[in-house]
Each structure stands twice: as C-alpha cells, then as structure tokens.
C-alpha cells in the first residue's frame, strides 16, 4: 500500500499543471454540518451499544462553537505571507442539516433540512459562530466553500429510518446518522455520510436538485456563489458536472485515483492529473498533503505535511493540505483542539521559515491563477 501511494504521489505530482509559485491551498473539510451532538449524547449513544470510539469523529466532531472559531481565526490571523496575505483556511462547508423534529412528525416519511445557521442557534455557545464565518471572510482568513447541502446520504439514511432498524432510530433520537459499518442495516453496510454516493443510476437526477438547492442557499449565506466543490467522501458522479457548473463551481475536489459511483454496485476507476478540465471547463484538483493532528496520538502530522509540501514544489505543483473540522472541535474534548490549533500555528510558523516565498491563497484564487 506504501509503495502505491508512492508511486500515485508522484505521477500525480510529475503530471498536470505546474506553476513556480509556492501556493499554499488549506482545504478543510466538514463545517456547518453535525456529527455527534455532545459529550452527553455521545455517552449515551455508546450506553445503547452504539460504536463511538472507531475513529477520531466520532470521538471527538461537534459543531464548532464561538470558542472553536474564535482561537482558529486567531492562529491564522498571526501569520503572513511575503506579499503580506494572512494565512487562509478553505471551509468545505454544508450550509444545511436534517430537521429531526420534522422528520419525526412527519413518520418518517420525508425528509426536511434546516440551514446550519438555524441548527447553531440550539447549541450553547454557538450564537455567534455565523458573525464570526462573516468577520474571517471579510478578513480573508476563512474562506467556505460547497461540501453539499448536508452531509447525509438522504435515500439511504431515509430508508433505515422508515424500516425501523433500531440502531439508525437509536442515533436519530441523540441527531446522530455517522453510523459505524458494524452498526448499520446488514443489507446495506454503507455508511449514511457520503450524500452524493450512488446505490441507484436514478437518484443522480436528485442529486441534481439538492446541489442546486445547496448552493443557492450558500450564495445566500455568504454573498458569493462557491468555486470549490468537494463531495462528502469525496464520493459522487461526475453527472453531476454540467448542474455544478452551472452553479458556478470552477473546481472540483477529486481523488488522485478515484472510483466513480455509478449505482448498482458498480463504479468507474479514472486517474485524474492535477487542473485536468472537463468538458464544461471546470478543473479537477486533487490534494497532496495531509494535515490532520488528530489521527494519531503522537504524531501531530507537521513533519509530514512539510515533507509533503516540499514534495509538491519540486514539481512545481501548489500545495493543496487536506484537513477537517475535527482538528478544531473542542465541545467534548479541549485537548483535541487545543493540540491542533498549537499544530497550526507550528505548521504555518514553519512554511514561512522553510519557503520565504510561500503564497497563501483560498482555492477560489488558484482557480483565477490556472485560468491565467
């Protein structure tokens, strides 16, 4: 497996667009949506037999508060560029969550969504999380971008629910659907996070309707239409291009090799060089970096994120570091945050030291940089 990813990494990274400028890209992956509501539902959960401690979002994901926000802004804030940039963090955002209150009066029967700006606005400490999103992208520090409406698989989930599988209504009752694998409905064993996963060629058409919908009302939220879409998983159908575009989305976050679904349990496999167009002139960018302090105990991942950058601008490549809200969550624990926000400021302090000439950008401005 070592020796594949290395051998991907650098026809990834030999292949494609280049460009001498040393660009700095942060995708973050999973703000505005839900994962586990608190540290008294989570225990709950896990009191039920529910699985809460098979991976780090479980373990540690919440909605960011004013506090998350409010150290992370401060962290990019400290850093600056040659040209005199702030450092920036890209935030693959879902703009919307399930409305559990309406999906239960409704039976089951349909699904309702609330804009994450509602969802805040249940949570202590969390009133002022959307001024806070405003002040970072006035301040070009925080910069969302799309990661979908919300970040259920609707089909799936929706089915689980209207059979009564009792571990996916033991979730929904604490606003949980993250299920682990062994949780889950025995004729399916497919998680319910990936949103634009395909279990039939028929539901691409809703798929439609949902990104439509999700980035109209991120264009409402934010006052800009998204450029970057990242799909939940980074699972989707490239039928989904043509809506995307006409959306206004530029990019698109794609694996190095990715697998397509297609439905019926099939999938197409394509390898995707770095800015490769498709026909409707979006890029597809991939990112070749990982920053993730929490993965594991002992390993704050900058040393690796370094190497992985350097790796990037030998070839001449923009350094495009993969991330998530989880790194920044502290609702159930403040060490999870406190260690990755230390990170953070270790990570950007040293690119500057290590490339004077480093450029931090938002993906929307590597976008206008390809187009040049």
Known sequence: MKLKNTILNFLYNSTGWKTKRKLIVIASDDWGGIRVASAKASAKLTAAGITMDSNRFNKFDVLESNDDMELLLAVLSKHKDFKGNNAVMTALTNVANPDFD????GGFSDFYYERFTETLKRYPNHDNVYNLYRLGIANGIFIPE???REHVNIQRWMHALQQGHINSRLGFDHQFFMMDSKDLLPE??????PAFDVDSPDEIESHKRIITDGLNIFHELFGYKATLFTAPSLLYNNGLDQTLSENGIALID?????????GNGQSKSAFFPFGK?????????QRNAVFEPNLYETNDTVDSCLSEIAAAFRHNKPA???????CFSGGIDLKNRDKSLSALDSLLRQILEKWPDAEFIPASQLQTIMNR
């Open 102 to 105: 309406k999906i239960r009066e």
């Open 146 to 148: 799309f990661h979908g």
């Open 188 to 193: 399916i064993k497919k998680s319910f996070g």
């Open 254 to 262: 794609v694996k190095k090799y990715n697998k397509m679904p297609m």
């Open 277 to 285: 167009t498709n026909n409707t002139g979006q890029h597809y960018i």
């Open 320 to 326: 495009i570091i993969s991330n998530h809200r989880v």
